[in-house]
């Protein structure tokens, strides 16, 4: 599997590609974990909004500056399993 930066689609500047093959390979792969990630979280995100969706208590409080989604739904666990985590 080709792991260059530029096979995971990812724009790459032009001065990344005149690196060694041996660091192409090494951001490459990072480049994959960063996309990896991203979908990740794309996912837990969407789980979020979910729940979101059946607890009206969390529409209440985004409307709160500064509380976001994670935050709003981090106050739905039982206090005693926010501190265990």
Do not use: N
Not at 6 to 17: F, K, N, R
Not at 32 to 41: M, Y
Not at 64 to 83: C, Y
């Amino acid at each position: 599997m080709d792991s260059s930066p530029d096979s995971v689609g990812i724009d790459v500047p032009e001065s990344v590609l005149v690196l060694p093959d041996a660091l192409k390979l090494s951001l490459g792969s990072l480049c994959q974990d960063i996309v990896s990630h991203s979908t990740r979280i794309d996912e837990i995100e969407a789980q979020l909004e979910a729940l979101a969706k059946q607890a009206p208590v969390v529409a209440r409080l985004l409307s709160v500056p500064g509380i976001g989604l994670l935050t709003a739904t981090a106050l739905l666990l039982p206090s005693s399993e926010r501190h265990s985590r």
